[in-house]
């Protein structure tokens, strides 16, 4: 219940459409173009072809009109193009296999996790490393999805991720996640503030201020804007010490980075501090392993219930084997460039769609639709 000018209302659930900041960030990137002459509006149905190409319509990639446009308008792209449409499934397989079947899995240990109470230690940080494997393989995979649907319609959409959790630092890692949600802010927030042009300490302020409307774009909730504040803080810290970072081993770099990414991933979850503050509990709690709490961040249905040491040899094999594929892994971008239409690449393309598919019978939601 709410009280403006002395009446009292209650505010009910407002329903918003699907990734509605990805298509109003899209819109305004787009008038703020042609508004500054870099961008010439075409006809309105060009503009509407561009609003309303699906394949990221509705979680990104975030795509400029100039980059678009001549690609719709290029007649050669018009027929049929095998060697496209293959490599096209095969990104298409790769990213529905990230998300149906790992994301997914991963989805029911943070759901599970997020909530409970007096976590212990071994809860806490499975549950922080699930999230901040989901989010990754979530959005990457439907980022490989939209990649892979472009492609098949000879559209090239650029890759929104480049092996981000192998970065070295904050700023790294901001080029390498979400690339094209980076690229958008840098021209409409960081550039037009003076971006690092005016010294050291109006550069400072600058990045501040654009990690903090980045955490805003996320989510109007007091844990989005401290998550994109703390991210900001962290990338003026790396600006301020400069070359001397250069000195520390490049293994180190990684670690604490992850660890930084992974800590805060926990603030973007959690529906409140509190909740967050629990989780955060649990991964200090040195003295109090808690490894029975796993049973209950696995899960159990009527048809699955393991013994504890099942769980714990299942969740800590995937995550060992979730922490080789993004740290040894090939990315992406390097399958999607090595790419040769040959039997193997069939195969391996077919075996993941099928084992998607079959997870698809699980209740799944996008972690970015709601956005």
């Keep these: 219940m709410y009280s403006l000018f002395g009446k009292e209302f209650t505010l009910k659930h407002i329903m918003l459409p699907l990734g509605i900041s990805f298509f109003t960030f899209q819109q305004l990137s787009f008038l703020l173009s042609v508004y500054n002459g870099e961008e010439v509006a075409g006809r309105l149905r060009d503009y509407c072809l561009f609003v309303l190409f699906f394949p990221q319509l509705v979680a990104g990639p975030i795509v400029s009109y100039s980059e678009m446009l001549p690609q719709f308008k290029d007649e050669g792209k018009r027929y049929f193009n095998s060697s496209n449409f293959a490599s096209g499934i095969y990104m298409f397989s790769i990213g529905l296999f990230k998300k149906a079947v790992i994301a997914d899995t991963l989805s029911v240990f943070a759901d599970n996790g997020f909530g409970m109470t007096d976590i212990g230690f071994a809860a806490g940080w499975v549950i922080s490393l699930s999230y901040t494997f989901q989010i990754y393989f979530d959005f990457s995979g439907y980022s490989d999805m939209a990649v892979g649907l472009g492609r098949m319609f000879n559209i090239d959409i650029p890759f929104n991720f480049d092996d981000p959790y192998r970065s070295r630092s904050i700023s790294e890692f901001w080029r390498r996640w979400h690339i094209t949600l980076g690229r958008a802010l840098g021209t409409y927030i960081y550039k037009p503030l003076g971006g690092s042009r005016n010294g050291l300490p109006h550069t400072c302020i600058n990045l501040f201020l654009t990690f903090l409307v980045s955490g805003l774009w996320h989510g109007a909730a007091w844990t989005f804007v401290i998550w994109g504040a703390a991210h900001g803080i ?48 649990g991964m200090a709690a040195i003295g109090n392993i808690g490894l029975s709490q796993l049973d209950t961040v696995v899960g159990h249905t ?41 039997l193997g690449n069939l195969v391996a393309a077919a075996v993941q769609f099928s084992i998607a598919l079959l997870f698809l019978s699980r209740e799944s939601t996008f972690v970015y639709f709601n956005f």
Excluded: Q
């Design 234 to 281: 962290f990338a003026v810290c790396e600006r301020i010490m400069g070359h001397r970072l250069e000195k520390i081993p490049g293994f180190l770099k990684i670690a604490a980075t992850f660890l930084i990414v992974n800590t805060l991933w926990v603030l973007f979850r959690a529906k409140d501090f509190a909740e967050a503050r629990e989780v955060y509990k």
């Design 302 to 342: 009527a048809y699955m219930n393991f013994p504890l040491m099942i769980d714990l040899v299942y969740i800590f094999v995937l995550l060992a084997a979730l922490f080789f594929v993004i740290f040894k892994g090939k990315s992406s971008i390097n399958r999607f460039h090595d790419f040769k239409p040959s």
